[in-house]
């Protein structure tokens, strides 16, 4: 399993549950922190240390594709990615799952503004279980914790973020994906 392919993975699933409380559709500002693994904290110093040592003009297109697809990285290796919410979406208030990494999610517990869920993935094989609280309709904190083989040896690590609402218009940032339900 490649860490890049990983991360992609727990991003998009940190990105996706969130949206199972009550939201405001629109656009929305997603930042995670990955921790607790080595592995994942080396691929992240290197990809920053890549992207500081790209000429300015190579640095500027690889940030300008990053943008179109609304993530960024930020200071000490926090990612940012842009998410769109159409009201359709939000009034179904149910946890989309994602189709990257082949995974399913589902609703553990809900108790109040809190929620408890955990997701299962075959391709790169990860698990795990998160927690949203919800400060109302536009913002949440999230903690997640996920456990993957490497190698034949179990990993674990861990993600802590939080997401905003930004704006109602999602500008050129797209909806997410939600599969029909089966």
Same mark, same amino acid.
């Given at each position: 399993?490649?860490?890049?392919?990983?991360?992609?993975?727990?991003?998009?699933?940190?990105?996706?549950?969130?949206?199972?409380q009550?939201?405001?559709?629109?656009?929305?500002?997603?930042?995670?922190? @990955?921790?607790?693994?080595?592995?994942?904290?080396?691929?992240?110093?290197?990809?920053?240390?890549?992207?500081?040592?790209?000429p300015?003009?190579?640095?500027?297109?690889?940030?300008?594709?990053?943008?179109q697809?609304?993530?960024?990285?930020?200071?000490?290796?926090?990612?940012?990615?842009?998410?769109?919410?159409?009201?359709?979406?939000?009034?179904?208030?149910? @946890?989309?799952?994602?189709?990257?990494?082949?995974c399913?999610?589902?609703?553990?517990?809900?108790?109040?503004?809190?929620?408890?869920?955990?997701?299962?993935?075959?391709?790169?094989?990860?698990?795990?279980?998160?927690?949203?609280?919800?400060?109302?309709?536009?913002?949440?904190?999230?903690?997640m914790? @996920?456990?993957?083989?490497?190698?034949?040896?179990?990993?674990?690590?861990? @993600?802590?973020?939080?997401?905003?609402?930004?704006a109602?218009?999602?500008?050129?940032?797209?909806?997410?994906?939600?599969?029909?339900?089966?």
């Amino acid at each position: 399993m490649r860490a890049p392919s990983l991360l992609l993975t727990c991003l998009l699933l940190s990105a996706t549950g969130a949206f199972a409380q009550t939201t405001a559709p629109g656009l929305w500002e997603i930042q995670n922190k @990955m921790g607790g693994n080595p592995e994942m904290d080396k691929a992240m110093a290197q990809m920053q240390k890549q992207m500081a040592n790209m000429p300015p003009a190579q640095r500027k297109q690889m940030e300008a594709m990053m943008g179109q697809n609304g993530v960024s990285i930020g200071a000490g290796g926090a990612m940012t990615v842009k998410v769109c919410i159409t009201p359709e979406m939000a009034a179904r208030a149910e @946890m989309p799952s994602q189709t990257h990494g082949e995974c399913t999610s589902s609703l553990v517990s809900r108790s109040g503004g809190t929620i408890k869920s955990k997701f299962s993935c075959t391709n790169p094989p990860a698990s795990g279980e998160g927690t949203y609280t919800f400060s109302g309709d536009k913002a949440y904190t999230m903690h997640m914790v @996920m456990q993957t083989m490497r190698n034949g040896k179990p990993e674990s690590m861990t @993600m802590d973020g939080q997401g905003k609402w930004l704006a109602a218009d999602c500008g050129a940032v797209k909806p997410i994906t939600v599969p029909a339900k089966k």
